[in-house]
């Protein structure tokens, strides 16, 4: 058995729970639009060719605001190929993935979608074959109300109000050689400054996210967030941040640690911002667009020298690419990486877990047949749930064991909130332990926890399965979540952990 002992004060908070980190992504990339969110001859499809056991599944995950077109996608796309008369829309090779984009899937077919699935849109626009101009007429076409050619165009096409999109991307992993238009730091800097100055002259109210570092393990990461910044701080509000885990070579204590490199990555992205702040003497603060972060399964399939992969294989239409199926393992991770993105919440203000559908998606669909939950499913459908008010400061002593990738780490992981107007406090758990429950005490200072409404959910390995069970389409609930007991004993909580699993408890509290 190992334990955990946890405290939480009523004074010590971290910030409120940002409303943009539980987004999600959706890029023309495999079946994440096509036969996922759009397949018009579907049985359950709508009016507008939107998949609505998809929807339905969207609306039970919780996503608050969802990166659209890209994604590597995004780096050679003309964005007006996809508006007006679908009939008369180009299709294009598209360079990215290696397929053949029909565009019948646009921007006002996103934003309509976006609209009934009540998400906000976060724009994606090309830096890689496009640039300064195309960017500003993508935003006069958007948001701008009427009385000009761009705006004029989006309502002879059916849009007569703006689409007032207040959150854009400034193109897409520009740090990466596998990026069409791959740049340096220098000319990325430069090239960001001048499109976000040009968009803003079109809309002032606009937010705007830097492209940061693909990933920690990049050779430039440090100093392309410096060079960018040093170009681009007063233009941007954020920079970003992508990373994918995985388990390598059977290393599950690494994989399961994996939030310590989550940990790692934001706070030291957060010192670089802040550096280059410090060294302008700008009272301006650069928040964290963790707008791509997931398991994904990449030995093997495309990876770093995914175009050489993918040109051998013939033009198709949304083929199947990347369509991991997750286990309990992949599960619990995400449930630590949404922890850290929690203790983070200060400073990661958007976060985006990608993608939506099929493509490593917590959603998975067939065409023409079911949609169902993934494993990973649950700890964000139910973190987005529950996690609101303040995020606190937690103080954790916990049983440790050994990572050969980050040393010694905690076995038990934890992040939590408090609604002081609802009175409840949300604490989100995970046990990285193979073998041993963990018995986690919670101890409260400034709150007196009440017994009346305590509940506990916990998704851990079912009775005939192992680490590697999962959902699929013949088994489509096998791993979800059970009712875990949960105890108030001196006015402390206390939960047992089963061995690998991840959890999250409802406590009504009141002020001390």
């Known amino acids: 058995m190992t334990t955990a002992r946890v405290v939480v004060d009523r004074d010590f ?3 409120p729970v940002p409303h943009r980190l539980f987004g999600s992504f959706v890029e023309h ?20 060719g939107f998949r609505t056991d998809v929807l339905e599944l969207v609306r039970e995950l919780g996503p608050t605001v969802v990166r659209y077109p890209g994604g590597n996608f995004v780096s050679g796309y003309r964005w007006t190929d996809g508006i007006g008369p679908v009939e008369e829309r180009p299709r294009r090779l598209e360079g990215a993935w290696h397929t053949v984009e029909s565009n019948a899937f646009g921007l006002h077919e996103f934003v309509a979608w976006a609209r009934t699935a009540g998400v906000e849109v976060m ?25 000009t050619y761009w705006s004029d165009l989006r309502r002879r096409n059916g849009a007569e109000e703006p689409f007032d999109i207040r959150l854009w991307c400034l193109g897409n992993e520009m740090d990466g050689p596998w990026q069409i238009g791959h740049k340096t730091a220098e000319e990325y800097g430069r090239l960001a400054q001048e499109a976000a100055k040009a968009m803003r002259l079109v809309d002032n109210d606009l937010e705007l996210v830097a492209c940061g570092s693909s990933n920690s393990g990049m050779p430039t ?6 060079t960018v910044l040093s170009h681009a701080y007063d233009e941007v509000d954020f920079i970003s941040l992508h990373a994918y885990y995985q ?45 791509e972060w997931n398991v994904w399964y990449q030995r093997g399939q495309e990876t770093d020298d995914q175009l050489h992969r993918l040109v051998k294989q013939p033009w198709r239409e949304h ?20 922890n850290s993105l929690l203790r983070h919440g200060d400073r990661v203000t958007v976060a985006n877990q990608a993608q939506l559908v099929n493509v490593i998606a917590p959603i998975r669909s067939e ?55 609802t009175g409840r406090l949300a604490l989100f758990l995970a046990n990285r332990g193979l073998e041993e429950a963990s018995d986690v005490e919670v101890v409260l200072r400034g709150l007196q926890a009440g017994a009346d409404g305590l509940t506990g959910r916990v998704l ?14 013949d088994a489509q609930d096998r791993v979800g979540l059970s009712d875990l007991p949960v105890d108030v004993q001196d006015g402390s909580v206390r939960v047992s952990l089963p061995p690998l699993s991840w959890a999250c408890v409802e406590v009504p509290v009141t002020t001390a």
Not at 402 to 410: E, K, P, Q, T, W
Request: glycine share 10%.
């Open 123 to 147: 724009e994606a626009i090309n830096l890689g074959t496009a640039g300064v101009e195309e960017a500003r007429a993508l935003v006069e076409y958007a948001n701008h109300p009427g009385g």
């Open 460 to 473: 851990t390995v079912p009775e005939d399965g192992d680490r590697f069970t999962a959902n699929t389409e």
């Open 221 to 226: 990461f440090g100093a392309w967030e410096q």
């Open 367 to 421: 065409e023409g047949g079911p949609a169902w939950r993934q494993t990973i499913f649950h700890p964000f459908a139910e973190t987005a749930r529950l996690a609101r008010g303040q995020i606190m400061r937690t103080a954790i002593t916990s049983s440790q064991h050994h990572s050969d990738r980050f040393g010694d780490v905690d076995t038990v992981d934890v992040a939590c909130t408090w609604d002081e107007g």
């Open 247 to 291: 388990e390598h070579e059977g290393d599950v204590a690494s994989f399961l640690a994996c939030s310590y490199d989550t940990d790692y990555f934001i706070e030291s992205v957060v010192a670089t911002a802040d550096a280059v702040g410090a060294k302008r003497k700008s009272t301006k603060r650069i928040n964290l667009s963790f707008d």
């Open 319 to 338: 083929p199947r690419l990347i369509e991991d199926t997750y286990n309990v393992t992949d599960a619990v991770v995400v449930g630590t990486l949404l």
């Open 29 to 48: 990339m495999g079946r994440c639009v096509y036969t996922g969110i759009y397949e018009p001859g579907h049985p359950s499809a709508d009016e507008q």
């Open 13 to 15: 908070t971290v910030g």
